[in-house]
Structure formats: structure tokens, C-alpha cells
């Protein structure tokens, strides 16, 4: 018996393919389902699982039927290439996030320890 995780991941590699089949984007997808953007991009990482309503939206999003983001059940290898890539996804989104947080502390040390020009009154 399949557990409810790897039910989501199913759906997760199903919704995947059938959006690059379709060259669409997670925003055009939102859109569609009338959802926000980062609701969406909280899905497609897992992070959210989708009710039943949000999954009929999505299908119709996409124009399909809900069955077809379920079956077919995606190949043992399919599935794992697809969770190593999301893992891959997860990591690369991780260091992003860090680089900017570290560009901004970088920024305000820079801005806090300049001194304000010449002639600038600051009361």
C-alpha cells in the first residue's frame, strides 16, 4: 500500500511534467487556479500538501482531468530522479536565500559605518 508521502510526490511528479509538457510557469498556473504564486511554488516544494478543491483547480489549470496529476503512478526511477531534483531545488533555493541574506547584512555594515558627507546636518 502506497503511504500518503509518496501519494504527493505521485502528484507532485505528475503536476511537474504535465506543466514543462505545457511550457508553463508556477505564476501561470496560480493564475489559472486563482491562487497565490507562492501557494503554488509551496506545493510544487512540498512543503504544502493541496485539498481536494485546489487539486481540481490545478487540473483545470492545466486542462486536464484531477485523475490525470494521480496516474499514471510515475516509474521507481522517474520518482527518484524527480525527488533528487526537488531536493537539488530545495538546496539551490537555500543558498540563494542565504547570499542575499548575507549581501544585505554585507549592506548594512557598509551603510551603518559611513559617515555622513560633509556639510550634512542630520537634525
Known amino acids: 500500500m502506497i503511504n ?3 501519494r504527493l510526490y505521485h502528484f507532485l511528479c505528475n503536476l511537474d511534467k ?3 509538457e505545457q511550457n508553463l510557469l508556477q505564476k501561470h498556473v496560480a493564475f489559472e487556479a486563482e491562487v497565490a504564486d507562492a501557494y503554488i511554488n509551496k506545493i510544487l516544494y512540498a512543503i504544502r500538501k493541496p485539498g481536494f478543491d485546489l487539486i481540481w483547480s490545478i487540473a483545470d489549470a492545466l486542462k486536464i482531468k484531477p485523475g490525470e496529476l494521480m496516474d499514471p503512478v510515475p ?3 522517474e520518482l527518484l530522479d524527480f525527488k533528487q531534483a ?3 531545488k530545495k ?3 537555500k543558498e540563494r536565500r542565504n547570499k542575499k541574506i548575507d549581501a544585505g547584512e554585507q549592506h548594512q555594515r557598509n551603510t551603518s559605518q ?4 560633509e556639510g550634512f546636518n542630520i537634525n
Open 4 to 6: 500518503h508521502e509518496e
Open 114 to 117: 559611513s559617515q555622513p558627507e
Open 18 to 20: 504535465k506543466m514543462r
Open 75 to 77: 516509474s521507481p526511477e
Open 91 to 93: 538546496l539551490g533555493s
Open 86 to 88: 526537488l531536493t537539488d
